[in-house]
């Protein structure tokens, strides 16, 4: 996968709630990297959720109707929440230990920032990766949000209403996490307009795109670098709230992608997305969780949610029938640790924020444990990647 030129810069304070910003503006995704935290306290205490009206927009007007297929789909809101609802606590734990490896300890989240995502309606939820403490090095403790959303207006509303709405959703969530003490934020891909690639049309979806210097979202965010397919490698940003990276959405589904951004040194991989049940879910929980384990690092996974409707139907390319929506973006986004542990997912059907807090020791510590990068052939795997991409390549099979 090619990736584009990225820069982080500085930055002002966000309308008093985010304070010391630095930000990586990644196709439409920004990532921010929040400075100090706001004094708020907190410790150890579980996950806490507030509900969304089913088919309400935080602001109470009707959102986009989940449509056919999708329907099922909408209505679970988490596996997580399916297992509570009909498993024993005992086999509870057994099979969440199962599912999310040890488990990660919740954090208490102050009570002005569960109540305020309780009033605007979004689910919160928080826990902590710890590390072995070690005689020579300090803990390096980063916080981490991961934002997910609906569009708050229905795809034919005005394109400027639409952006001005996003910006205020995206901006009711930031405040809660910078209540929570989180440094850095990944929001979802593409969070500034609907996900009207399937569409295949040019207006009004182009009228979305803005200067990555000047226009609106830069304005909101302070700061903003620019995304677009490249080859300008897998550029790894050294922050003080550790080494960073941007695995845009269809990279996760290259192994190689998460390997590169390790190699140049990433301790924390965000990977935002948009992808809907039917084409990925069974793969969702898996391939982030498997590139922390892989690759000695943290990774965070981050989905939109929601159907969204367009005015004009379209098909897929894939010989079925023309419709207008592409389908049901499940949300459960998630963060995983290099010991293969990982946070429960947030809802599938609800605006969310996770907070988690990570060691970045631990990155070290597992690398230290399981030296796959000490046993990796890299130099046999360079020799034959180079040829593979050779015309005249000729497969290593034996054959009897």
Known sequence: ??????????????????????NLYERGMHTCHRGPQLGNSWGTRGRAASGCSPGRSPAGAAVTP??????????????????????PPAELAEAERILYGEAARPLDLP?????????????????????????????????????QNKIPLPTNAPVAEQVTALHKRIEEIVEVAAMCGVNVICFQEVWTMPFAFCTRERLPWTEFAESAEEGPT?????????????????????????????NICFGRHHPLNWL???????????????????????MWPI???????????????????GTEVYPNPFTSGDGGDAHRDFGYFYGSSYVA?????????????????????????????????WNFKMTGRYEMYARKLAAAVQPDFVPNVIKE
Request: proline content about 3%; overall charge positive; charged content about 20%.
């Open 1 to 22: 996968m090619g990736h584009g030129r990225c820069f982080a810069s500085r930055t002002r304070n966000i309308k008093s709630t985010v304070s010391k910003t630095e």
């Open 66 to 87: 989940v449509l056919g297929s999708t329907r099922m789909a909408a209505g679970l809101d988490s596996l997580r929440g399916s297992l509570e609802r009909h498993l």
């Open 111 to 147: 009570f002005a920032a569960l109540s305020t995502a309780a009033e605007r309606r979004f689910e919160l939820q928080g826990y902590a990766f710890g590390a072995e403490p070690e005689q020579l090095r300090q803990p390096r403790i980063v916080r981490v949000g991961l934002i």
């Open 218 to 246: 830069a304005r909101f965010c302070q700061e903003s670098t620019y995304y677009m397919e490249g080859d300008r490698g897998h550029p790894v940003f050294q922050t003080q709230f550790g080494k960073i990276a941007v």
């Open 260 to 282: 590169m951004y390790s190699l140049n040194g990433a301790e924390i991989i965000f990977n935002p997305s948009a992808t809907i049940g039917k084409l990925s879910e069974s």
């Open 287 to 305: 391939e982030a969780r498997n590139a922390a384990i892989a690759n000695h690092c943290f990774t965070c996974a981050i989905n939109r949610v």
């Open 337 to 369: 640790a290099p010991d293969g542990s990982r946070t429960p997912g947030l809802s599938r059907t609800q605006d969310g924020l996770l907070v988690a807090e990570m060691d970045l020791n631990l990155c070290r510590q597992v690398g230290d444990k």
